[in-house]
């Protein structure tokens, strides 16, 4: 609530969800923390990269370093830790995924306004206008075929028109729960 409880800042169904541990779906693991749940070094750049910047062989080392997310201050829903005031930028990192963690991964993202992201070098999700929150959406299933254990690597591009600005991508797994064994009949 603000100091004079004239507004509720949290949807007071998500609160009492959050109190009470309720929440839909699959527990989630984190496996590339967004800015609002981490703090994830990525290289970026301002400058037009080359054609294959979102290739995994492509050596981004020249780019800046910078924290997740990118934009400007003010924007809504956003939490840029660095500034970002281009038309556009390109951010690149590598992850690691276990053997368990492959199947049925969300990216989580924040954007103000075009996204386009890749893993491994395939188009995952391309995602037109802004959000106000972070979403959680499907990596498309020709990206989630080129996932293996090990490093893997995404890159994101923003292209930014008009208002405020800002990126930011995570990426989750369903946290598996391990079956309880069956308790033995007396």
Not at 77 to 101: C, H, M, Q
Not at 121 to 127: D, I, M, P, S
Not at 142 to 161: D, F, K, M, S, Y
Request: aromatic share 10%.
């Amino acid at each position: 609530l603000t100091y004079d409880r004239a507004i509720a800042k949290i949807d007071p169904e998500v609160l009492l969800a959050a109190n009470r541990g309720v929440f839909p779906g699959p527990p989630m693991k984190i496996i590339l923390a967004d800015a609002m749940i981490g703090r994830t070094k990525w290289r970026y750049t301002v400058e037009r990269p080359g054609e294959d910047w979102f290739q995994p062989e492509y050596d981004a080392s020249a780019w800046a370093e910078g924290i997740g997310g990118f934009g400007s201050e003010g924007t809504p829903g956003s939490y840029p830790n660095t500034p970002w005031k281009t038309a556009d930028i390109w951010l690149r990192r590598d992850f690691v995924l276990s053997s368990e963690d492959l199947a049925d991964l969300v990216l989580r993202i924040y954007h103000d306004e075009d996204v386009s992201v890749y893993l491994n070098g395939v188009l995952a999700v391309k995602l037109k206008g802004y959000a106000t929150d972070y979403e959680e959406y499907p990596i498309s299933r020709e990206a989630a075929a080129t996932l293996r254990p090990g490093n893997n690597t995404i890159a994101v591009h923003c292209l930014q028109t008009t208002g405020g600005q800002g990126v930011d991508v995570g990426i989750l797994a369903p946290q598996r729960v391990a079956a309880e064994p069956e308790a033995e009949a007396n």
